[in-house]
């Protein structure tokens, strides 16, 4: 029997680290064939050049497609997706993969989504369902409505998808294919790496043997004009504390230039004796960080997901995971220098929280593998109401 | 105090008469500037120059996009949407406008709506919530969860906007646009122009003073490799009626050039004496020439509006009309010729249907211009439930 | 050892048979491996789908570019051409080619010579160094001056290149492989096959043992708003004339829409009793259609080139071919309907012209082919003066 | 009588330099209007906005056109000229400027010229027919061949545009406009403004009174992949110089991001005690910098051009300005420390150099306005020979 062609297209590092475990079991599936793209800032150096971590990985990749447009401002997200679309369409005619795949909601992550469905071939999506309430959510649900089949990360973002008036047997909760990663780390009491000698990255040291912090804040795509003044906001508070912490560097984003703009001016100004800056680290070693440290600070998904099932407390700042299910490792504050100063500090007073399964137990690779393995393709749906 | 500035896209001719109204109504309103983007096929001398017509109708054309890539196959569709959204998000930021709206479900209709909504400029949608079972439904739901405001035109795709989660507030029944030009025409008994003087067209010239077919037959996205077949059962099914037939050409799609090819192949071989074909008309002499004729054949959507609003029979082929609310005066057949044929006897021979008033009252236009002049901004939403 | 990868890239059906002898001399050649590149029109059923006679002649199509954008205009031609370089930049990235081969001048293959040469693969251009006066000749000796080698046609081309400041030595001399095509059908005195059956097309089907014309007339970009009335002045000197014709469609290209518009309408409107219409034609046919004919009228280079070499008696039109060097088969003709008329009347008068052989003896595909496998790799030149 | 509208498009920040007299005498002329459009890295936090600088200088931005893809390769190049050219197809037929004014020679230029004489619009170029010996030299003659104006910079390219085939008619020596700027500071002899009060910019701050270097290196495209190394080679032999040393980031290149790297990457490891980093400077700023310098090192074109007007001495490293005519004042080194290192030694024992006129007067903005508007409008051309 001839494989079956999945093609997944994945645009960014955090998306590579969401769905490293459905590209095994499906690599290592008999019945399915691994078509990987790697698009957008997962090929950019300035974000961590993922791909890179993807062929150390094993993964063979099939296409690489360039389209991010510089340019510090929204025109240049509208113009990356439509770069994208033109790219990926010519890539699908010439892989003629039997399925897509698209992971999330990034904004790039919509080319592969049109691309797929104009082209008349069967798309599923990872992680519809969810509610943020940002473009993000815009762009994820239009996905929603675009794709074939659904695999969503918890029972509240399944019947979100078939309230949307998707047919409940295409809707399959598979759990967050992140939380996989997290299955091996879990118990893990020491850092079992030295990410200084390992990442390099700039700044200073600090020793972490007694604990730390790690800050990982992304731009908001509707507040990008404020980005660089919330980013500082963070880097003050987290002066204040003076902890041992290890800071991961922005996603592309329309405000991205803010961000990063803002650490690197706040740099050149203050000694931040304690903060050490990455860009990028391999998914398992980041968790197994998450897993020894003592406080998640920002307003990465991680914390939502990962740091749930971890049980690592978490301060979330401001709108970007706004309704999104969370665990009671989850402390919210606003964008205030001080509330994000106390609450640091009321997490390192917690005790690690208690560990929630909402999003998982650690197989969702080998469900959706399988499921992909297994279902009739279709192309062509209509609402159910 | 300033005009807000309503910028409306229009791709193609059939959504040029669909929101004609709505174009002058916001060109009358004191407190609205009017935005008139022309792109896609509407530009293109081959799908009948809609923007000569606009030029014509006393429109200003605030910008032309040249976006449609030639290629008999969807990955041109898919390209030609990659291109839209390159080239929409250099006009919108040039024009700054306060309002984007995109008009119904053609697949080019995405450029409009991404580009609007990933550069944070607040989107209506005319059209959204209808089911018709093909790549437009996809298309159609998605704009709805990319939208910010919706102007629907039936109670049937108000409800069904509002169950994809959309705030109920933001759902506007205005009634169907393309209803107002039907307006003027609906107590019209003769046709008020010679159609073959006015638009010229070849084939023959029948007389039409004892009544006459209509014909308009689009390609079906998701069947595009059927089309030619499609469209000669069609012509099959006509010729064997051979009565005075009035012929239109389709759109730009996927499939077009097979549905065109099929025409100029069949014209080559049969002698059609009795059917003329035309490239475009303007919408009120088509409306009229609806009013004043026995049956429209085919499937597009103004069988299903315009001629149930004037109680024109009509028999609809195919899937394209799927699940569009439908008044008493549709006969569905599926593609085959003697089946295709009898319904055109039997609609011969029934007298005119009842009208309904379902798709709206003649003032859809004002409606929706007013409340463009009165809401409140907003990019920026999340869904109900 | 390693064989070379020769990438060739061919936009047109005139192109293709132009260097048709060269793609077989490259695949026969032990070190040299083809990957042929089909773009622009030569995919597309309007211009007679030149990819299909590629398939059928034995080549493999290493990849697809759809990249001709619709529009009655000149701005379709530049956004062609960036499209082309945006996708034949991916296509580049993924085959690697050692060399590329751009063929002739016409606007898309602009796209070929930069792509490759920004991204520091070696260029080869087949046919500079001719004179034509048209925006063609912008884009020749542009072209010639992004190419690291350069395979001309005549001595008078590489002349030409040479002053251009081009290193001699990268210069080759090779004739035109067109001319190879025509070596097997030189003695030729009947055809050999029936071009209705064979080809199709519309029209009257004339008795052609007696002689026949053949025409072929392309718009001219520099001219393109004039393109329809220039193709009527032919319609009408030919329609006087009233021998057997044998008439092809003109090439995409901004004004091909006026030609065929041109060529639509007076059919409406004429008889044309001797006149039939193709597509296109294998290109080994069409060398045959014209050894049998008694004369070529219109613009096309063929005139001037395989015509010279079998002889052919040429009435070319207009300024297409000025400034290129001919043979005494040719006489030329201003755009005036009288003058088209007496200048077929004279040829037909005439005893088949003298041949000559400037423009190469039957063997440049395997001559270039050689060169190819032989030349030292260089993507880095300067001006020699 | 109309002005004509000139549309000049600025694609990098140091285009502006070069060309900012032409700006201004063109606004300042009774005959015509300027259309500036500007587009890629001059509009790009990262490499320094250069759109900014326009806009305080008073200029008025007709279009922005946002064209560069990220990535470090050379398949971003060509992508960033074709997105350059489908953009500035749009702008150029919104704008219908009366003639084209394309600047220089690197590699987004060629999207401009493409684009406009593609559209039939007259192209003129400022600065053609120099020699260079990189991809420049390639791109800098195609453009030449693609415009129907030259206003060059010396005799010598002169002579060479009218080898390459052009009309003597229609080239013109107007000198280079930088020269012009340089006109009014070319007699003082100490800063009239503090560098890092106004420009800010990274690094120590040391004092400039006893004098100080310059340094200014660009990547080259034909060697990108070692532009770590060749930017790591100057930051060695700099530092061994230890002399207070003002340094400006490249410009975005293929390459740019080896040199960015390998600068960051020094500075981390290396204390640099006499250097202070630049990211921009305002054009005549800039040349009063050098001005008041002690010697120039890298491999701009300001060197050869400005410092020979000036008489500043200069150390030029590398192929980048290879057979660029010069004066006195410089210094070739290769790729090597020692060897910089000893040449700036040299240069810094040299009294200033004598002054040179062969690149104008400080006039050239007048006379190429005066021209343009004087000239017969063309697009339409044959090679002379």
Redesign the interface.
């Known amino acids: 029997m001839m494989k079956r062609k999945i093609c997944i297209v994945i645009t960014a590092r955090p998306s590579y680290s969401r769905v490293k475990t459905v590209l095994q079991a499906i690599d290592a599936h008999d019945d399915l064939e691994l078509l990987l793209v790697v698009a957008a800032s997962a ?4 974000y961590g050049s993922a791909v890179n971590y993807m062929e150390r990985d094993g993964f063979k990749v099939a ?17 990356t ?14 892989l003629k993969p039997d399925i897509v795949v698209t992971v999330a909601d990034r ?1 790039e992550t ?2 592969t989504a ?2 797929a ?4 071939i069967p798309l599923a999506h990872i992680q519809g369902g969810e ?5 993000d ?3 994820r ?6 794709s074939d089949y659904h695999f969503v990360a918890s029972e509240d973002a399944k019947s ?1 998808v078939i ?3 998707e047919q409940p047997d295409m809707v399959f909760n598979t759990g967050c294919p992140s939380i996989d990663l997290a299955l091996d780390i879990k118990n893990i009491k020491h850092l079992s790496f030295n990410p200084y000698e390992k990442y390099g990255g ?1 700044g200073s040291e600090p020793d972490l043997s007694e604990g730390y912090l790690v800050v990982m804040q992304h731009p908001v ?2 507040e990008y004009k404020e980005s660089r003044a919330h980013i500082e906001l963070t880097l003050k508070a987290v002066n204040r504390i003076n902890k041992p912490t290890l800071w991961f560097w922005p996603n592309v984003d329309a405000g991205a ?1 803010g961000t990063s ?1 803002g650490i690197r001016a706040f740099r ?1 100004h203050f000694e931040l004796p304690q903060v050490h800056f990455f860009k990028n680290m391999e998914g398992q070693d980041f968790l197994e960080l998450l897993q020894c440290s003592s406080c998640l600070i920002g307003n990465s998904s991680v914390g939502i997901r990962e740091c749930a099932y971890l049980g690592v407390p978490v301060v979330n700042i401001g709108t970007r995971q ?2 999104r299910l969370r665990g009671e490792n989850v402390l919210d504050v606003p964008y205030d220098e001080t509330k994000i100063k106390e609450a640091i500090e009321l997490q390192l007073f917690n005790p690690k929280n208690q560990k929630s399964s909402v999003y998982g137990n650690g197989d969702s690779g080998k469900k959706i593998a399988d499921i992909l393995a297994d279902i009739e393709f279709r ?5 159910t ?1």
């Open positions: 090929l950019l150096p300035r296409a690489k497609v360039f389209n991010v447009l510089e340019g510090e401002n929204l025109t240049a997200a509208a113009k997706t439509g770069i994208g679309i033109l790219e990926l369409s010519t890539v699908f005619e010439n904004f919509m080319a049109v691309a469905s104009y082209m008349n509610v943020t309430g940002n473009i959510e815009k762009v649900h239009a996905i929603t409505k675009l979100r309230k949307l008036g700039v795509t509707t230039d703009t050149e706004n309704r192309f062509h749906k209509t609402i109401y």
